[in-house]
């Protein structure tokens, strides 16, 4: 008998509603489910994709151990025990900090994860805790704590209702939105335009998105903050400072306007390679349309001042009186409040309560920046890493330098990893331990619905039941939780015993309807037994402005100028850019990454429906740059940076600025023992290979992954 489940896809951030429809063979058909309350009919190529990850011969079902250099199937609880003792050994011999964690970006898709991820990591209790934070939001995160006093009060655009909308660095034809969880986003973005608006985006490639904008310039790659920098200082000079009803809740205004009193547009133009003209119709365009609203994503976020792009961004929106304002920049209203529940828990965040053994570089949210990962690994000394344990995570291929990591990983005495494949980095672990996959499982959005465009609530049941003696994510941190603590007492012991019983008793769709029902919406009577009998989900409807009441600062206030971001303006004021006429290294190529729509996560390469018949991974370049060095389209290319080179084909196209090169992201499948059976048939490169892990924001550590330089030479094999 055939079966009809509704479902939210969690391959990306959009949240697009599904209907998934599975026979008695067990064929599965996927659709989009136009009664959808939030993506009303859209959805994209990813949502294939949960079919074959359940589906996929690759994928692991069972707990492996590595014995004598190859993978071997071993007991639950033999797994759980043999490595929970050995932790012990290590933190015992070595301290708490020997042990590392890396968490990868899909647990903010799973909503055990998000609730038992800090439990497990405050019972290991070490420092060296990296997650892919650092090579990728780590600057929104950051200036929201320091403006807004909490490190997940993030503005949000509101795409919806806003006549000009000014974007940096993001692709939301391909990415759906980021930061900005918006199922449909393209429709969103032509629906401004039809409304008479505009929509601006300045990218160093003409990306998918810029065929649907109004317009579109080249910016050179990691200079957008002294773009950002010109344009305020534009409204300062053009007295369009308006922050409206934000003057009661700012503070810092005057002291913020003397910082831009220098800036030289000239030089700005200079540096960023866009027209003076241009940075000048940008800042009247923030005046004329009513409302307006500055986006930034990971483009900005991953270059060299990622952390004053972010905060220039909330300038422009706050000093325009876009800020909290119906259709400029809002904050959510989730259902379960992960804000709300995170702050009564004492965790708004953090920033340089300590810094990193071997670089110096500040935590933040309590991690350290996984650019330092593999030196702290490497470099001898009290505090050095031997242990690492990866959730959901691919830091090999996904982090700067992976070819160091490699070697890093190689030398320590354990590496356990949570992963339902065996791809670069896992096949390098002691033990394997594999989590059910996406349909055998519940869902709720806690992370994504507290970044949409929209406030809903949508409950998505398990569409297959799990196989016996299988695992959900949550309970496989919960059981190794239970097991670690080398100090624990008889007392200790018993509290985790009843903690663990409880949390396997209660499950996490209890844990579900109790946040909702303590929640901003309790008086509505909304619960987990409301949401399972409205499948389609419940619209809370649209973003509203929210202060000071949403503010997590002392005083309820914004902070302009908080100093730490003073500091980081004047390590950004100080960049030899600003005094150069002229480029230094004119035959170096600045490179930034990219990814297409059917690519968020590197082992989707290996699964089917989500397969091009097409290499993917190649680099493209300006066909001007091409002609100077004699590179014809088609063919192979080394690209080269200090620490390593890559070899690839390229495409010769006008659609990239002149001195820039791309590359994707996530690909370099061929590294021994992956079982990625499709992504290895065209394995491509990895872009982190050539990346140099000693380049990042040295205000918040965050890597660049936009605007390093290399060298591209043809090939001769």
């Known amino acids: 008998m055939s079966q009809s489940v509704k479902r939210v896809c969690n391959l990306c951030e959009a949240m697009c509603g599904l209907t998934i429809e599975q026979a008695e063979d067990l064929s599965m058909t996927i659709r989009a489910n136009k009664d959808d309350v939030f993506s009303q009919g859209a959805f994209c190529p990813k949502s294939q994709g949960l079919k074959d990850l359940w589906q996929d011969p690759d994928r692991v079902r069972q707990p492996l151990k590595k014995v004598d250099g190859s993978f071997q199937p071993i007991g639950w609880d033999q797994a759980f025990q043999e490595i929970a003792d050995k932790i012990n050994q290590l933190q015992k011999k070595y301290g708490r900090s020997s042990i590392a964690t890396y968490a990868g970006n899909p647990n903010t898709h799973n909503f055990g994860n998000l609730i038992m991820l800090p439990v ?63 199922a449909g986003l393209s429709t969103r973005l032509k629906a401004i335009q039809h409304r008479n608006g505009k929509v601006v985006l300045f990218d160093p490639r003409y990306t998918e998105t810029a065929s649907l904008v109004s317009e579109h310039y080249f910016i050179r790659p990691g200079t957008d903050a002294f773009l950002l920098a010109g344009i305020v200082k534009l409204l300062f000079d053009r007295k369009a400072v308006r922050p409206g009803h934000l003057h009661s809740v700012i503070k810092g205004l005057v002291q913020l306007e003397a910082l831009f009193q220098d800036v030289d547009l000239d030089q700005v133009s200079t540096i960023t390679g866009v027209n003076r003209e241009i940075i000048e119709q940008v800042a009247q365009d923030l005046q004329t349309y009513e409302p307006a609203v500055c986006y930034g994503r990971m483009g900005v976020s991953t270059q060299a001042y990622g952390a004053v792009c972010q905060w220039l961004i909330n300038l422009i929106n706050i000093l325009t009186g876009n800020f909290d304002k119906r259709g400029g920049a809002l904050f959510t209203k989730p259902a379960f409040d992960v804000v709300e529940l995170a702050a009564r828990m004492g965790s708004r965040g953090s920033f340089r309560r300590r810094k990193s053994r071997v670089h110096q570089l500040p935590e933040f949210g309590g991690e350290m920046p996984v650019a330092t990962l593999a030196d702290e690994i490497l470099t001898p000394g009290e505090g050095q890493i031997k242990a690492l344990i990866t959730i959901a995570g691919n830091p090999v291929i996904s982090t700067p330098n992976g070819r160091k990591l490699e070697k890093a990983m190689d030398q320590l005495d354990l590496q356990v990893a949570i992963d339902f494949y065996q791809n670069e980095t896992t096949a390098r672990a002691d033990y394997i331990l594999p989590p059910t996959s996406s349909l055998e499982h519940s869902h709720y959005d806690l992370i994504f619905n507290a970044l949409a465009a929209r406030n809903i609530a949508r409950f998505s049941p398990a569409v297959v039941r799990s196989p016996k003696d299988s695992r959900e994510d949550w309970e496989i941190l919960l059981e190794l939780w239970a097991r670690i603590g080398y100090k624990d007492s008889v007392i200790d012991r018993s509290r985790k015993f009843l903690m663990k019983k409880s949390l396997q008793a209660m499950g996490m769709e209890r844990l579900v309807d109790l946040g909702l ?15 399972k009998q409205n499948p389609d989900g419940i619209d809370l409807g649209p973003l509203q402005p929210s202060l000071p009441q949403r503010l997590y600062t002392k005083d309820k206030r914004v902070d302009l100028c908080p100093q730490p971001l003073l500091e980081a303006w004047q390590v950004f004021r100080a960049d030899p850019a600003w005094r150069q006429s002229r480029n230094p290294h004119p035959e170096d190529f600045l490179l930034i990454g990219r990814r297409n729509l059917k690519s968020n996560n590197s082992w989707m390469h290996n699964l089917p429906s989500l397969a091009r018949s097409k290499n993917q991974c190649y680099l493209i370049m300006n066909k001007e740059d091409a002609v100077r060095r004699s590179i014809v389209d088609g063919s192979q290319v080394q690209v080269s940076s200090d620490i390593g080179s890559i070899e690839l084909p390229v495409m010769i196209s006008d659609r990239i600025m002149p001195g820039v090169v791309s590359i994707p992201h996530g690909w370099g499948h061929d590294r021994s023992d992956v079982r990625l059976t499709l992504a290895r048939k065209s394995p491509g490169v990895s872009l982190n290979d050539i990346m140099d892990d000693r380049q990042v924001d040295v205000f918040s550590g965050n890597a660049i992954l936009n605007g390093q330089r290399v060298r591209v030479s043809t090939f001769a094999k």
């Open 120 to 182: 497990f990591l405050r019972g290991i209790r070490s420092h060296n805790k990296y997650s892919a934070t650092s090579v990728d939001q780590l600057p929104h995160m950051l200036v929201s704590y320091l403006m807004f006093g909490h490190q997940l009060l993030l503005p949000i655009a509101d795409v919806d209702h806003t006549r000009y909308m000014l974007m940096f660095g993001a692709n939301p034809a391909v990415s759906n939105g980021s930061l900005l969880s918006s």
């Open 517 to 531: 029902r303590i929640g901003p919406y309790r008086k509505t009577g909304i619960s987990l037994k409301q949401l």
